[in-house]
Every structure is written in structure tokens, then in C-alpha cells.
């Protein structure tokens, strides 16, 4: 007989192909001691305080849950066992940007959307999913892609400032 | 704060529209037919057109020329004709064709008889269509970047990219049965094969249509409005 399989993602939310109108905004900048500035992407209590940076069209979102192998070696080093950790799920989209006068995406940048994993065997529908916050950790653009304003992102989920009940994998 | 709002057309006047025409363009550019300008037969716009018009100094090849700018221009009507010969059917490189006894026209006359009418039509008219049949050729190819070095022409670019992709003989020196030459492929069809090869290597590239220019002056309106509603 055949058994429906455990789904971990559904697009329902946002259909690969399918695009969608999100706001990014910019978390508030901290100095450190050397000068550094630092993005304060999962500071507790850093909910509402990004500067909104506009909006931006969103497509081809693809989402990857990570996971990593680690070796628990013996006493000399042999194999005896290993442990499978969970790693930041990430999401990579397609942004574009209004012309002149907006802001480009930098790391540090962030956006929620209503997209998530579920581990549980139940279909997650855009109505259950809650709103998850994803933070910018790469931007490529290259000079000819300037004049139509889009990019390629990746992004990290901020645990602290999303629904629990979407990293439950 | 908010998430993801949905995508409406009202939200981008003109979009939709965009879209259905570079729809039409790139699919009926795989229909192998000819096309029209102002219902004068001509070809699809090719590599080996570009450098020929290029040769004559073809003002229509002119970045951000428009219709109006060369209907005033002196001259015009040759250069139109001049145009619509290259990449007209009839076209015939090499010397002027000499009319044979047993001919009563040669290519070149039964192109200025067909050209005639054109003639009557309002010269910016005619520009105009001139152009758009050169922009969609070039729907598909992405913008130029300024400042780039040129180590290779054009059409030797697009010859060996078709010889590498899809076997085609890249031999400019010996006589090569036209459907056979790489520079007589229709540039709607280069530019689509390109971006389809560009995302097959890499499917993280962005790529973009000409339409989402129309997308981003949408988005600066929405701006506009936010910040009018205080939209945080």
C-alpha cells in the first residue's frame, strides 16, 4: 500500500515562479570597541525597529534546510559515531528594486515572510504558516544586471524573531 | 510590519501588456517566417544585417534614437531604402546585378517597385516601425555594458557560441548555404538561446526581461504611497 510521504516543505505559500511584494528594512547599527559596525540582526527586542527600506518584487524563491555530519571520534581517533546537526535553513530569492533613490540590499538586511518548514506530516497551507524573518548574508549583482534593478539573495533565518512553530525541523 | 503582499497587475499598469508582446515576439520568432515593416516584407534582423547596416552607417543603429529624431533628419529616405533593401528577401550582396536578357526585373527593381508605397506613409511612421522591429530583435539580449573592452566582433561571437552550443560550422571564407551559416540565424532566437544556456550553467543567475523596467517604476510609485500612508 502505498503511504503519502512526510512533506518538510511546501511552496503553497509562494509557488516557485510566482512573485509577491515584500518590504525590506535595515536593523540598527551598533559601534563596537574597534570601530566595527555591527548589524544587530537577532538582538532580543529588535522586533519593530528596522528602517523600511522600500518595496521589492520577490521571485524564484528556493528554501534549503541545512543539516551537518559531526564525527565523535574515539579515544585514537577512530570512527565510532557521528551526529547529524541542525544548520540554519536558508533562502534563496530573486529581488527587484525600484530605480534611483532605493536603497541596495546589504548583508544585515532584513525581511519576514510568510513562508516556513514544517517537520510535521501535515501540509502546511500559507494560512498556518507564520511570519518567519529572513536576514541578508549575500547580494550578487553584476554591472549589467544594474538597469533592471534585481538581485540575487541569500538569506538566513533569525531564529529569535520568527514563530517557533516554523523551526520545528 | 508586515509580509509578503500579493502581485497585482493594477499595481503595475502596463505590465501585463509587456508581457503578452514579448511573448508573441519570442515565440513567433520560431515560426521562421518574415516580418513586416509597414507591410514590407524583410527578414529577421541578423548578425550578418547588423554588420552590413553597421558598414552603411545606418543611423536606426543609433542607442536612444527615435522616430521623431530621424524623420527630421536629411537624407532619410535613402537611408530608409538603404535599410529595408538589407534586409529585405531580395537582398543580393556583391556588385550591382546586371539585368539578364531574359529578365524584366532585377532584384533590385522589384524591391523599388515594392517600396514605392512606403514612400506615401508619414516618414516618422516609418522610423518608428523601423526601430521597434530593431527592438524586439534585441529583446533578449540584456543591456550593454559601457566600458567594455572588444577583443572579437559581434557576429564571431555568435558564430562560435552556435558552434560550441549547437554544432553549427563556423566558416566565414568558403561559400556556406546560408541556412547553414551561423550569422544568418534570427538575433530573437540568439538572445533566447543565450539566457537558456546562462540559467542551465547556473541556476542562480538573474536574469531579466525588458517588461520589469515597468516593475520598478511600479515599485517607486508604491514607495511613493507608502510613505504618504506612513507605512512603517
Not at chain 2, 54 to 69: A, D, H, K, Q, Y
Not at chain 2, 167 to 185: C, T
Request: aromatic share 8%.
Amino acid at each position: 500500500m502505498a503511504t503519502t510521504p512526510v512533506i518538510l516543505y511546501t511552496s503553497a505559500g509562494m509557488p516557485i515562479g510566482a512573485r509577491a511584494i515584500v518590504t525590506f528594512y535595515r536593523p540598527p547599527v551598533t559601534t563596537d570597541a574597534f570601530g566595527n559596525s555591527v548589524a544587530s540582526v537577532v538582538a532580543v527586542g529588535n522586533a519593530a525597529s528596522g528602517t523600511n527600506l522600500g518595496n521589492y518584487v520577490i521571485e524564484d524563491l528556493s528554501l534549503e534546510l541545512a543539516a551537518k555530519s559531526v564525527d565523535r571520534d574515539g579515544t585514537y581517533g577512530e570512527d565510532t559515531d557521528s551526529a547529524l546537526v541542525r544548520q540554519k535553513p536558508k533562502l534563496n530569492l530573486t529581488a527587484q528594486m525600484a530605480g534611483a533613490g532605493t536603497p541596495t540590499l546589504c548583508p544585515g538586511d532584513y525581511v519576514e515572510l510568510n513562508i516556513g518548514m514544517k517537520a510535521s506530516s501535515t501540509v502546511a497551507t500559507p494560512a498556518a504558516i507564520a511570519t518567519s524573518r529572513w536576514f541578508l548574508d549575500g547580494n550578487s549583482v553584476s554591472a549589467n544586471q544594474a538597469s533592471a534593478n534585481k538581485f540575487g539573495l541569500k538569506l538566513n533565518l533569525d531564529r529569535q524573531n520568527s514563530s517557533a512553530s516554523l523551526i520545528e525541523f | 510590519m508586515e509580509g509578503a503582499r500579493p502581485f497585482l497587475d493594477a499595481d503595475f499598469p502596463g505590465y501585463a501588456e509587456a508581457v503578452a508582446r514579448e511573448r508573441l515576439v519570442r515565440g513567433a520568432a520560431c515560426l521562421g517566417i518574415n516580418e513586416k515593416i509597414c507591410g514590407f516584407e524583410v527578414k529577421p534582423l541578423t548578425a550578418f544585417h547588423i554588420r552590413l547596416l553597421s558598414l552603411v552607417r545606418s543611423p536606426f543603429l543609433i542607442n536612444g534614437v527615435t522616430g521623431e529624431m530621424l524623420a527630421g533628419k536629411p537624407e532619410i529616405i535613402s537611408d530608409v531604402m538603404r535599410f529595408l533593401w538589407i534586409v529585405s528577401p531580395m537582398f543580393k550582396s556583391g556588385d550591382i546585378e546586371k539585368k539578364k536578357w531574359w529578365q524584366r526585373k532585377t532584384e533590385k527593381d522589384k524591391f523599388n517597385s515594392t517600396f514605392s508605397p512606403i514612400v506615401k506613409l508619414g516618414i516618422d511612421i516609418v522610423c518608428r516601425e523601423i526601430l521597434e522591429y530593431i527592438e524586439e530583435a534585441f529583446l533578449d539580449a540584456g543591456e550593454p555594458s559601457a566600458g567594455d573592452k572588444s577583443y572579437w566582433e559581434f557576429e564571431v561571437e555568435v558564430s562560435h557560441e552556435l558552434h560550441e552550443a549547437y554544432g553549427y560550422r563556423v566558416d566565414f571564407w568558403n561559400e556556406m548555404p546560408v541556412e547553414k551559416n551561423p550569422i544568418h540565424v534570427p538575433l530573437k532566437l540568439i538572445f533566447q538561446l543565450r539566457k537558456i544556456r546562462r540559467k542551465w550553467n547556473n541556476p542562480d543567475a538573474v536574469l531579466q526581461n525588458k517588461s520589469e523596467k515597468i516593475i520598478s517604476l511600479g515599485l517607486a510609485a508604491m514607495n511613493e504611497r507608502d510613505k504618504l500612508n506612513g507605512r512603517k
